[in-house]
């Protein structure tokens, strides 16, 4: 008995040398931490020899909701990584001017290499060039410039806004013409949505009524109304809306808008008011309006489409041969009188007999 006895105490402490669990650490062990490997450091030379992580480029959209910006910085990333950038951050201001700055302010802490901004507010033009300078930042604008006392303080590329506009109200006026929308000019209005705050804006609309009044010039002046608003669908509504109940005795609205957000805020208003079926609305982009090409019926018959995938690519491609060749975006559009160059983005009407074949795959 006492030889088997001790051959179950030696199996039970060898037991315990195995599984080192079997026993419970003492107060002293626990009270230690555990001791972890430490890797030795790699040599210095072979840090050296390791390639540099890729460049960083910031984006600062004023409303990252938007479909259109939504297409842009998608295609920014793709094309930004593909030619090996390290990120692309992305920044969403809500059209909130104390949002941009922070947002401005936070790339500028992290040393992005590039910035490319969209400002809700161009009156922020100044102090985001002043603070990117100090920091020694390349900084350029997308969609709505860098603008000092008339001039661009900054690259950018901007749609050739004036003209773009101008293609609106001439699809508008042919389409009041052929369709005898201005049957009863008495209790027909043209609203034309601005946005007053942004300048790149400005002329879309300013075209879009030039054009408009040239193809029909016979058109009541008093039956144009201008409505402000900030560039969201919601606001669009808001201000189509008040309108059309300050005007109740106009049975048939046309409406243009420097956006697509615009257009679909004032085509709900108009069906909000039972007034679509004998309304035209014509908006600037595309990417909301083929939403509203399939359905039945939509007063939002037509958009001046910008392909936004474009828009990406080429400041994605500016942003990286900036910082890889220092060629400053968009210098050979530099005009006389100017430091900076615009590249001009144009654009195409489409509607709902010919925005598939046109827009393609944006088309779906």
């Excluded at 809500?94 to 507010?121: R, S």
């Excluded at 390349?138 to 050739?160: R, S």
């Excluded at 008011?273 to 037509?302: N, P």
């Amino acid at each position: 008995m006492k030889k088997l006895w001790s051959i179950f105490t030696a199996l039970t402490l060898c037991a315990m040398m195995f599984t080192g669990c079997a026993v419970a650490p003492s107060a002293d062990a626990a009270a230690k931490p555990a001791e972890t490997k430490q890797e030795a450091p790699a040599p210095a030379e072979e840090v050296a020899e390791k390639p540099a992580d890729g460049p960083v480029i910031g984006y600062i959209s004023k409303d990252l909701s938007q479909q259109w910006f939504i297409q842009v910085t998608d295609s920014l990333v793709k094309t930004a990584k593909a030619r090996g950038a390290k990120d692309v951050i992305l920044a969403d201001t809500a059209m909130n001017p104390e949002k941009y700055l922070t947002a401005l302010d936070n790339m500028i802490a992290q040393k992005v290499d590039v910035i490319i901004v969209c400002p809700p507010d161009q009156q922020l033009s100044q102090i985001t060039a002043d603070r990117c300078k100090a920091a020694d930042i390349k900084v350029f604008a997308d969609a709505d410039g860098l603008i000092q006392d008339g001039k661009h303080i900054a690259p950018a590329l901007e749609l050739d806004a004036y003209k773009v506009g101008a293609s609106m109200g001439d699809w508008l006026g042919d389409y009041v013409i052929a369709n005898k929308v201005n049957a009863d000019p008495a209790t027909t209005a043209y609203m034309v949505l601005t946005m007053e705050t942004v300048s790149s804006c400005v002329p879309r609309s300013e075209g879009s009524m030039d054009a408009f009044k040239k193809k029909v010039p016979d058109f009541a002046q008093d039956k144009i109304i201008k409505a402000d608003y900030d560039g969201t669908s919601e606001k669009a509504f808001n201000v189509a809306a008040a309108t059309i109940t300050a005007n109740p005795d106009i049975k048939t609205w046309i409406v243009t808008a420097p956006n697509d957000e615009g257009a679909q805020g004032a085509t709900r208003a108009l069906e909000q008011a039972g007034k679509d079926k004998a309304a035209t609305v014509v908006g600037l982009g595309g990417y909301l309006a083929k939403d509203e090409f399939k359905k039945d019926y939509s007063c939002f018959k037509a958009a001046a489409y910008i392909m936004a995938a474009q828009d990406g690519e080429i400041i994605g491609n500016a942003a990286m041969d900036w910082i890889e060749k220092d060629v400053v975006p968009f210098a050979e559009y530099v005009k006389a009188g100017e430091e900076f160059g615009v590249y001009p983005f144009g654009a195409v009407m489409v509607d709902a007999n010919n925005y598939k074949e046109i827009m393609g795959a944006d088309a779906n």
